[in-house]
């Protein structure tokens, strides 16, 4: 299968992913990181909400299919190397993590230790259900 013009200009790793940061769209704050393959990114240009590749379950992955906090994406961005991309997000639900937080970056090294630095706003068992694991 040959590529649109503007995926093949993404320089997919030997894996056929591509990293992508998740930006909230108004604060710029980083709210995720994870990888997407060429047809998760088609998908996201397409739908406008963002898709990816989980490389835990191998799979293709609607972001939000399961907590119902999907990721509107305004724009997609591609750096300067052709090798990362940012989804501009509007984040449904404000929550972009597994655990119940805003963002997935909420461990700040502080004196030589991660220090849980946000608080959960929506216990994960009460999105997923008290069996699932992420």
Known sequence: MSLPAWLAEIKWDDNGLV???AQDENTGRVMMFAYANAEAVALTAQKHTA?????SR????HKGEESGHFQHVSSIQLDCDGDVLIYKI??????ACHTGRESCFFRTLTD???LITEDVLKDPKSIY???HSH
């Open 51 to 55: 898709h990816y590749w989980t490389r």
């Open 90 to 95: 509007r984040q449904e639900g404000g929550i």
């Open 58 to 61: 191998q799979k293709l992955w």
């Open 19 to 21: 990293p992508v940061i």
């Open 112 to 114: 030589g230790e991660w």
């Open 129 to 131: 259900g008290a069996g």
